[in-house]
């Protein structure tokens, strides 16, 4: 499977991209917004992409921003880029926020969890009995939806040059029983192909490891081709939320606590050993 442009990370470009021409300008938003005739809290909303950019907004906000030739053509190409359906728009309803988005055109996916195997690496009987425990009032047609949205996600490791999978898994993910037994050893044995996969390197913390960085919760990093159009992203969620950071100095918190982590868990091959230890010995 080939890599397509994601619409949410040329969206997030495009408003990185025009905060550059504006600040290039000297000018505040507000002053953008007042020249214009726009309320003034517009530009700050589409900067921050709580508003999106519109194909009527881009020819006075170049022509203010005295865009050159090449820029207003590159600007315009992720426009019409942002404005493109990703194939996980079919399933809004059921998948986190922009996060699918901003996961499909990753290089490199750093995570950390705690309570359940990561989306990526899950089977399908895994997901089910997740769906089952959390969503207890959906209907049949959601819980499908629900599984068929995240066995999607998997095929971007399928994809011609795949993402690098960096997973620091908590001891308790292994000992957790979802499902039952029989779903529960298919999962593990799933980890343990995993960590044969040369893009895919699988780490566990083990309980001895004691208290550690992420004692708050799970968390999972993206990075990209070009880190100066594209910087890093932080990823945050639960039950009931979820939270993008963008900010440099929060994302480098929360790359020192990854390093932290990968220094306290046990080794790749130590960890398949682990898994493979903790699939036979799941209860029947």
Not at 59 to 75: C, W
Not at 135 to 156: G, M, N, P, Y
Request: charged share 25%.
């Amino acid at each position: 499977m080939a890599q397509v442009p994601s619409p949410t990370i040329r969206a997030r470009r495009l408003r990185r991209e025009l905060r550059r021409l504006r600040d290039r300008t000297g000018r505040t938003a507000e002053e953008v917004a007042k020249i214009l005739g726009w309320h003034r809290t517009k530009i700050i909303r589409l900067e921050q992409g709580h508003s999106r950019v519109m194909p009527k907004d881009m020819p006075p906000l170049l022509d203010l921003y005295e865009a050159t030739e090449s820029e207003r053509e590159s600007l315009t190409a992720l426009l019409r880029q942002s404005r493109q359906k990703g194939w996980w728009s079919a399933y809004g309803d059921v998948l986190p926020d922009n996060y699918v988005g901003f996961e499909a055109e990753a290089t490199s996916i750093s995570t950390f969890e705690s309570l359940y195997v990561p989306g990526l690496l899950q089977t399908e009987e895994y997901v089910r009995a997740i769906v089952r425990a959390g969503r207890s009032t959906a209907d049949q047609d959601e819980a499908d939806r629900v599984v068929a949205a995240r066995l999607a996600r998997k095929a971007l490791l399928s994809r011609d040059v795949p993402p690098s999978l960096w997973v620091v898994l908590d001891e308790a993910v292994l000992r957790r029983v979802v499902g039952g037994s029989a779903v529960m050893r298919a999962q593990l044995a799933r980890l343990v192909e995993a960590c044969e996969m040369p893009t895919v390197e699988i780490q566990v913390l083990p309980f001895t490891a004691g208290a550690h960085a992420a004692m708050g919760g799970a968390f999972t990093l993206l990075s990209y081709d070009d880190p100066v159009l594209d910087p890093t992203v932080v990823y945050l969620s639960n039950d009931t939320s979820t939270l993008l950071l963008e900010e440099s100095r929060q994302v480098a918190r929360y790359r020192l606590m990854f390093d932290h982590l990968r220094a306290k868990a046990l080794d790749p091959d130590q960890s398949a050993d682990l898994l493979s230890r903790a699939a036979a010995e799941v209860p029947d």
